[in-house]
């Protein structure tokens, strides 16, 4: 993957999970309990340092009652 890809998807990830997260008045720390992943990682991300995994994309993504492919901005519906 090209580093310009990888960080649209990065922006994509971090503005989608603050909408969510505001949406649900949830904090990172709400969201890490919530889906297991360590709030750090979820900063990371949100802050757009790191790629998650598959795995974490897919915790998150529950905790965030979303679908997997909505969070990077593959779909535009949210289910």
Not at 51 to 56: G, I, L, T, V
């Amino acid at each position: 993957m090209k580093t310009k890809q990888k960080e649209q998807i990065k922006t994509q990830l971090s503005r989608r999970m603050k909408v969510r997260m505001f949406e649900l008045d949830m904090t990172m720390r709400a969201l890490s309990r919530k889906c297991g992943v360590p709030a750090a990682n979820i900063g990371a991300y949100v802050s757009r340092k790191t790629m998650m995994s598959a795995d974490a994309l897919a915790a998150i993504a529950d905790g965030l009652e979303c679908s997997t492919d909505w969070l990077p901005g593959r779909k535009e519906e949210r289910e």
